[in-house]
């Protein structure tokens, strides 16, 4: 069987190798940081990162294919070992640069903002004013979760912004936003599959909230689907492709769906297929990565709603990482999962785990959502309810209503 490499071992990293554990494949993490959930829960991790040659090295003579779990690994120290990756480097080069990724959609036909390249070295405040405000600035290298992207709606704000950015600047018209979504293509060399559009709510640039049924018009998300499945054509990708949409008004006055970013790998939006999907997006991607047919995701009944848990929940407990007190999980039966990464050290914004809600309506899932995630802020540390590794409390089975 082959052995499959992970480069990165983050919490995208943790579960797709779960998923290829099941398939029974060996499973190679390359990851620097000892605090990563990969380095803290599996025991094959080579602790270096890509810019260690010697040990991407290694990692590449022990695995047969490789996939990564961010698009902001850097690309040119895998140009050698370009064969054995999936997706391609060729995805992964255009999708870590805006700038490509901008200019590949645009020349590909896909619809997106309008939006103006700076160069490095060129004057981003003077093309800002001649780009018109208000607009998005956004660096053309790394930045996720809103950092490296500000606001620009007044002088002050253009004369207030960095003078360089990594790679240069992307300007951007702002939308009149109406929804968010995504969707998922999971395509190998010889079909594609595309898992149910999901609905996002962003709090603060970082995902909040993702629901399933999405609550758009049926005609826009096939919309999305069809494009999303025509980007991946169009990549020649083999692996996995998340397709974040904006669904808004532009400056021509007309409510339209546009192409907002790619990340060519397992995405946050998807976690909640873990429970509502009969394949998850995991499962999917172990599949192509070990030459087992990928099959058509069938979701299940009722609507279901993924919240993310972030470093705030386990301050508010007075918990500075590890384990979370799931006492306040007991009058939530519709919660049925809770995934704590493991990570050691909680922060402010950082993504330390997952639940998923699973009701009637969307509507419903979103408020049992909500107040779930309030009780676990404010519940009572006494009992000392804590998570094992599996991500569930003590020893607790949790059932999937199918």
């Known amino acids: 069987m082959p052995a499959v490499g992970i480069l990165g071992g983050g919490q995208l990293g943790l579960m797709l190798a779960e998923s290829l554990d099941r398939l029974g494949h060996e499973v190679v993490v390359l990851e620097a940081d000892p605090d990563s959930p990969c380095a803290q829960r599996r025991s094959n991790v080579i602790a270096a990162g890509p810019g260690d040659a010697k040990a991407l090295a290694e990692f590449f003579s022990r695995v047969d294919i490789a996939t990564f779990d961010s698009e902001n690994t850097p690309a040119a120290p895998l140009v050698p070992y370009a064969a054995q990756l999936a997706p391609s480097l060729r995805v992964l080069e255009i999708t870590q640069d805006r700038a490509q990724e901008k200019s590949f959609l645009r020349d590909a036909g896909f619809r997106t903002v309008q939006f103006e390249l700076v160069a490095p070295g060129q004057d981003v405040k003077v093309a800002a004013h001649k780009f018109g405000l208000p607009c998005i600035a956004k660096s053309v290298l790394g930045g996720y979760d809103g950092k490296g992207q500000f606001r620009l709606t007044s002088a002050a704000e253009v004369d207030a912004l960095p003078a360089d950015a990594p790679g240069g600047w992307v300007l951007e018209e702002v939308l009149q936003l109406a929804h968010e979504v995504s969707c998922l293509v999971a395509r190998d060399a010889k079909s594609a599959v595309s898992f149910p559009i999901f609905e996002n709510l962003h709090a603060q640039h970082i995902l909040d909230l993702t629901v399933l049924p999405a609550r758009v018009a049926s005609s826009l998300q096939d919309e999305a689907r069809l494009v999303a499945d025509g980007i991946a054509r169009a990549l020649g990708l083999v692996g996995l492709l998340t397709v974040e949409f904006f669904i808004g008004t532009g400056r021509d006055g007309v409510q339209r769906l546009y192409v907002n970013e790619l990340a060519p790998r397992v995405h946050n939006s998807g976690h909640v297929t873990r429970q509502a999907c009969t394949v998850s997006q995991f499962d999917a991607l172990a599949r192509i990565l070990t030459g087992v047919p990928v099959v058509q995701p069938q979701v299940h009944r009722g609507a279901w709603c993924m919240g993310q848990l972030l470093g705030e929940v386990w301050l508010a407990q007075g918990r500075t990482g590890g384990a979370l007190d799931l006492t306040a999980w007991k009058d939530f039966p519709d919660v049925v999962d809770v995934y ?49 590794a599996s991500g569930r409390p003590g020893n607790a089975s949790i059932k999937l209503i199918t």
């Open 340 to 388: 704590v990464y493991g990570k050691r050290e909680a922060r402010a914004k950082r993504k330390m785990g997952h639940f998923v809600v699973h009701a009637d309506t969307p509507e419903r899932a979103l408020e049992r959502a909500a107040l779930f995630r309030e009780r676990l802020r404010g519940s009572s540390l006494a009992s000392g309810s804590t998570v094992n």
